[in-house]
C-alpha cells in the first residue's frame, strides 16, 4: 500500500495590533493613519486603540480588511499574505477561528479553524491531495476521505494525519483493504479484494498477509492456513477448483515439506514436496489402487520403496517416440475418389493440459462431424511422452510430408495449432525436461512448402498469433487466428478443457454452421462476448479467407452431404 501524503501544518499567525500614538496617550487622528510597523490603517479607532470596522495595508503587499477589537484582528474578516495567500472567515485576537476559508501554497482549506490551526471539519485541495473530513492541530483528525492524484484513497478514522482506526482503503490498481489501520498500515483481522477478482480475509501485519486466513483467487482455488509477508508460509490446505486438494505444509505458496494431495483424477500422494513437487519419500495411490511409493526427485520416482533405482521416464520416453511417430504416420491412408479431408492438430506447451485436451477435441469433431479420415496429432505433455508423438519442429515437418505424400491436390488440409505463443510470433513447443525450440511464423511457412499447392486451413490459437499471417497467406491458404499480431488471447490454464478462441470455433461455432466464414464470425462474438464478461482486452481474431479454398469447403460438404444421402438411400433399400 501506497503511504498517505503527511499534511503540512499551518504555522499559527499571531495579530496583535495595539496601536501606539505618535505622542504619550496621544490618539491617532485622523483615523486614516500609519502603524509603527509600516501598516497604513484605514477605520475606526477609540482611545487611540483600533476598534470595529477596518483596514490594514503593509508595504510588503500583505493586508487585512474586517473587525477589530482591542487592537487585534477579532470577529469577520480576511487577509492577504505578500505571497498570494489568503484567508476569509473568522478571527479571534489575531488568530484563525471558527469557519473560514484559506488558500496557501497551491492549496485551499474551507473548514474550522482554532487558535489558528486548521480544526474540525472541513475540506483540503492541494496538488495531488484531496481530503474531506476532521482535522485537529493542522492534521486530518477523526472521520473522513482521503484521495490522492494515483487513484488510491482511503475512507475512515484518521489520527495525526494518518490513517488511524477502522476504514477502507483502495490503491491506485483498484486493489481494496478494509480492517484496522495503524499509522496507515492495515494491522489485524482485515479484508483484501484486488482488482482481478481475488480474495483474502485474516490477519494483517504492516498491510501485509500475515497470521491466520483464507485466500480464494477468482478461478476458485482457496488457500487457508498461515501466511506470513504476504505469502502462504507454514501449514495451511489448498482446495482447488478442479477439485484437488492439498494439506500440510507451504513456502511461499508452493507444497513445500510434509504433506497429502488428492489430485482431479482421484490418484492420492502422500510424503515430501518442495516447489509444488513431489521430492523426497512419498507414496503415489492412483484411483486404480496402483502404489507407486518410494524416491521422488522433481515428480518423478527415481527409487522403489526398496531403494532400487528405477529408470528414468524421460529415457523410456525418448525411446518410444520414433516408434510412436512412425505408426502416427503409417496410419494416414492414401486419398481415395473425390475430395478427402485430411487434419493435423498440435498441442504444443506440455506444461498445461488444456492444449492437450484441445488438440484431441478437435481431431475427434474434425472427423466425427467433417468426415476427416487421414488425421495426426502431435502433442506435449508431461505424463504423456512414452505413449504420444511429441509435437516438435521435426515431428510437425514429417507429419506435414506425410499428408502431402497421402493426400492429392482434390483433396483439403485442415492444421490446427494449440500453444502458447510469443510477441516474437512463435508458437511455443515446450515439453517438460527438454530443451525444444519454438516455432517462428517463418520456419512455419518453411514447414508448409510440401503443402504449397494444397489448399488448406490453418488455425493458430495462441496469443499474437495474427502476426503469422503475413508469413503463411496465398491463394491456397485460409489461415484463422485466436488475436490480433499485437494483443494476447486467453484460455491457458492447467484446468481449463478449451483456449477462449478453440472453444468458441470448435466446441460452438462449427457445431451451429459449417461455413467457414460465419464459423469464424460467430466465433469472434462470442470470444468479444467473454472477453468482456471477464473484463479483458479484446483480442480481436484475425482472417484471411480465399474465395478458392471457401469454395472447396462448401464442395467438400456438398459432396459428403450427397454421401450421407446416398448411403441413407442404399440403407433403406436393404431393410425392406
Not at 504555522?11 to 483615523?31: D, T
Not at 495525526?160 to 478494509?178: T, V
Request: hydrophobic share 35%.
Amino acid at each position: 500500500m501506497r503511504p498517505l501524503a503527511p499534511l503540512t501544518p499551518l504555522a499559527p499567525i499571531a495579530l496583535a495590533l495595539l496601536l501606539a500614538a505618535c505622542g504619550e496617550g496621544e490618539p491617532l487622528s485622523p483615523p486614516d493613519a500609519r502603524l509603527p510597523d509600516g501598516g497604513r490603517y484605514r477605520g475606526e479607532v477609540v482611545n487611540g486603540v483600533l476598534q470595529g470596522q477596518g483596514r490594514i495595508d503593509y508595504p510588503n503587499g500583505s493586508g487585512y480588511i474586517g473587525q477589530f477589537a482591542d487592537g487585534q484582528w477579532h470577529g469577520e474578516g480576511e487577509w492577504h499574505g505578500r505571497n498570494g495567500e489568503t484567508y476569509k472567515g473568522g478571527f479571534n485576537h489575531g488568530l484563525f477561528e471558527g469557519q473560514g476559508t484559506l488558500v496557501a501554497h497551491g492549496a485551499t482549506y474551507t473548514g474550522g479553524f482554532l487558535q489558528g490551526r486548521r480544526d474540525g471539519e472541513g475540506t483540503l485541495k492541494e496538488p495531488g491531495v484531496s481530503y474531506r473530513g476532521g482535522f485537529k492541530d493542522d492534521q486530518y483528525s477523526g472521520n473522513g476521505h482521503l484521495e490522492l492524484a494515483d487513484g488510491s484513497q482511503y475512507q475512515g478514522q484518521f489520527a495525526h494525519g494518518k490513517p488511524n482506526g477502522e476504514g477502507q482503503r483502495s490503491d491506485a490498481a483498484g486493489n481494496h483493504f478494509s480492517g484496522n489501520f495503524v499509522d496507515g498500515m492495515l494491522e489485524g483481522h482485515g479484508n483484501y479484494n484486488s482488482a482481478d477478482g481475488d480474495q483474502y480475509i485474516g490477519n494483517f501485519r504492516h498491510s501485509q498477509l500475515d497470521g491466520r486466513g483464507r485466500y480464494e483467487n477468482s478461478d476458485g482455488d482457496v488457500w487457508i492456513g498461515e501466511f506470513k509477508d504476504g505469502a502462504l508460509t507454514g501449514h495451511g490446505e489448498l482446495l482447488g477448483a478442479d477439485g484437488s486438494h492439498y494439506k500440510g505444509e507451504f513456502n511461499e505458496w508452493k507444497f513445500s515439506g510434509s504433506g497429502s494431495l488428492n489430485l482431479s483424477d482421484g490418484s492420492v500422494y502422500t510424503g515430501q514436496f518442495d516447489n509444488d513437487t513431489y521430492e523426497g519419500q512419498g507414496r503415489l495411490v492412483a484411483k486404480n489402487g496402483n502404489v507407486q511409493g518410494g524416491t521422488w526427485l522433481n515428480g518423478q520416482r527415481v527409487r522403489d520403496e526398496q531403494g532400487q533405482l528405477l529408470p528414468d521416464p524421460l529415457d523410456l520416453g525418448l525411446l518410444n517416440q520414433g516408434r510412436l511417430l512412425d505408426e502416427a504416420l503409417a496410419a494416414v491412408p492414401r486419398s481415395s475418389s473425390g475430395i478427402n479431408l485430411y487434419t493435423l492438430a498440435l498441442g504444443g506447451d506440455g506444461q498445461q493440459s488444456v492444449f492437450m485436451r484441445e488438440a484431441d477435441y478437435v481431431s475427434h469433431m474434425l472427423a466425427s462431424r467433417f468426415g476427416a479420415t487421414g488425421q495426426i496429432t502431435l502433442v506435449n505433455h508431461r505424463d504423456h511422452l512414452a505413449d504420444r508423438p511429441m509435437a516438435s519442429r521435426e515431428t510437425l515437418a514429417r507429419s506435414i510430408r506425410t499428408l502431402a505424400e497421402r493426400s492429392r491436390p482434390d483433396d483439403l488440409v485442415l492444421i490446427y495449432l494449440s500453444s502458447h505463443g510469443t510477441s516474437e510470433h512463435e508458437l511455443v513447443l515446450d515439453q517438460p525436461r527438454l530443451q525444444l525450440a519454438d516455432l517462428p511464423a517463418d520456419q512455419l511457412a518453411t514447414l508448409l512448402a510440401p503443402l504449397k499447392n494444397r489448399d488448406k486451413i490453418i488455425v493458430i490459437s495462441a496469443c499474437y498469433s495474427g502476426g503469422f499471417i503475413p508469413a503463411l497467406k496465398d491463394e491456397h491458404t485460409l489461415i484463422m487466428t485466436a488475436s490480433r499480431a499485437d494483443r494476447v488471447s486467453f484460455g491457458c490454464s492447467e484446468e481449463a478443457d478449451f483456449t477462449y478462441f478453440g472453444d468458441a470455433l470448435f466446441a460452438q461455432a462449427l457445431n451451429e454452421t459449417d461455413d467457414l466464414q460465419q464459423a469464424f464470425e460467430l466465433a469472434r462474438g462470442h470470444v468479444a462476448e467473454r472477453e468482456i464478461a471477464d473484463n479483458f482486452e479484446a483480442s480481436e481474431p484475425q482472417i484471411w479467407a480465399p474465395k478458392t479454398v471457401l469454395a472447396h469447403w462448401q464442395r467438400l460438404r456438398q459432396q459428403q452431404a450427397r454421401n450421407a444421402l446416398q448411403n441413407a438411400s442404399q440403407a433403406s433399400v436393404m431393410t425392406r
